[in-house]
């Protein structure tokens, strides 16, 4: 009987903005060792094709919701503890008694920013790499809002990311993944050669997701062409990343991965979507609508019936894309319209989503459901653009057990306007999340949630919605913020690059056993 092929399966990932106070712990990242960390991916339960095909192994897998920076101590906690479980790993006996790896998973974000290091990723798949060694074949899936350095793609030897934003396809990647490192490993050894070629383009643009969503003109159409480009003869794989906006660090902008068996035709089509990228870099808008709050909030209140529910993004304190969640000015903004808290009040049921405060969760749990509360919320981590929120409200619902909120409050303000509580911070994605509170966001007139584009279940609800640019973490508007390390010239922070036209080549890297010289550009 053959040898089934050896894979171990580690990774760490955390979507980190450098503009928001907030740090990342260890416990954030909901770490699982083990058979744990192969049990979380349906497409490797027992009975799939995937398990059958190979011994799968899991050593630590963590991810975090997006956030502040990861502070050094829990990297590198988590980090010793992954290389400590693969160094058990490589000297197990598996299979016909058979020692070592054959290959390894490394599922990973790809922005992630920890303290004191450049390039968070890379880091940690060169201490993956010292302890599996050159011969194990490594094969890589990130976020298309990753970003992905000359380094990484030298380490590893296979290499995709999603191609849909909303990612509705998130499983689909990590799954092609897995199916791209087992037929390479079931390449004959005599066949050369023996490693994909890898094709990367940098490309000098750094959007934020809300204008390269792949639902709209011209992402669309970019990501269009990759089953295009991937059906061509010696094309292995095709990444696209738009990267990742609220980093400030020279790997942030957008990029081009293509694998293959040839390298003229990987080269070709790395460097075919990189130009069409380019080209549609003033083509880019975002997904719906924006304006201030405050004009947000006048399209809303004046919206009819047909219009509702009307969604408005607080964008920029969107915790699943980095920000810390506690930013108060949106809801402070928000309780200061007449047509919630004036004389002539007069507006329907309206939804905010959402506020951590774990002393007022704490309060209003204390008094029950049906009490009136006087609670103080939010800016204990970022009060750079408000204070912490008073509110004083009936106790609408409690609801305990949340894996990232742990405790849910929804307190009932002026009568009509539902604000959810949480013990930590949480996004409010589905349906679910406000139905269980017994809230129905079908039926209010106005639903304020702290996110970027609406995700699927929220996008099919909302009638109409807006994008509203508001301050925080994950700010809307790039230049606001002030980076202050990526490369220039970077579309839009420079618009002319008639001097300076960008280098759309694809670089050639080398295998992973190769030593990698040169800059990272």
Known sequence: MARRPVIAI??????????????????AFHAQRGPDAVAIYDFLAAGTPLAAA????????????????????????LAGEMVALLERLVKEPHNNGVDGLDG????????????????????????VRAVVGPSVLVSASMDLHGNVSRGLVHQLDLVTCY?????????????????????????????????????WVPIPILLPGEQTSTRDEPAKSIYGVIPDVERLPGIFDVGVWVGYAWADAPRNRAAVVVTGWDSEAVAAG??????????????????APTGSLDACLDAAFAATPAQRPYFVSDSGDNPTAGGSGDVTWGLTELLKRSEISGQAAAAGAVIYASIPGPEAV????????????????????????????????????????????RTEVVLRVFGSVYV???????????ERDFVDLGLRPREADVVLVKIGYLEPELYDMAAD??????????????KRLGHQRIRRPMFPFDTDFADKPPNLAARSIPLSTEPLTGPDE
């Open 163 to 199: 191609r849909m934003a909303p990612h509705e396809d998130e499983q689909a990647t990590k799954q092609r993944a897995c199916v791209n490192l087992l037929k390479a490993l079931q390449r004959p050894r005599r066949v050369s050669p023996q490693r994909p070629y890898k094709a």
């Open 270 to 287: 790395a460097e075919r979507l990189a130009r069409k990228f380019w080209a549609a870099r003033g083509e880019f808008h975002f997904v």
């Open 104 to 127: 390894l998973w490394f599922d990973i974000h790809g922005a992630m920013v920890v303290e004191g290091l450049e390039d968070a990723e890379l880091d940690l798949l060169q201490r």
């Open 10 to 27: 580690c990774g760490l990932a955390c979507e980190t903005s450098a503009f928001t106070p907030a740090r990342t712990e260890a416990a």
């Open 420 to 430: 959810i509580l949480t013990e930590l911070r949480k996004p409010y994605h589905y």
């Open 465 to 478: 919605w807006m994008l509203a640019l508001t301050p925080g973490g994950v700010d809307q508007d790039l």
């Open 54 to 77: 190979a011994d799968w192994h899991g050593a630590l897998i963590g991810r975090a919701l997006p956030g502040g920076m990861v502070t050094r101590a829990a990297y590198e906690d």
């Open 362 to 405: 704490k309060a209003a749990v204390a008094a029950g459901v049906g009490s009136t509360v006087t609670v103080t919320a939010g800016a204990a981590v970022d009060d750079l653009h408000a204070g912490p929120i008073t509110l004083t409200g009936e106790v609408f619902s409690i609801k305990y057990g949340d894996k990232n909120a």
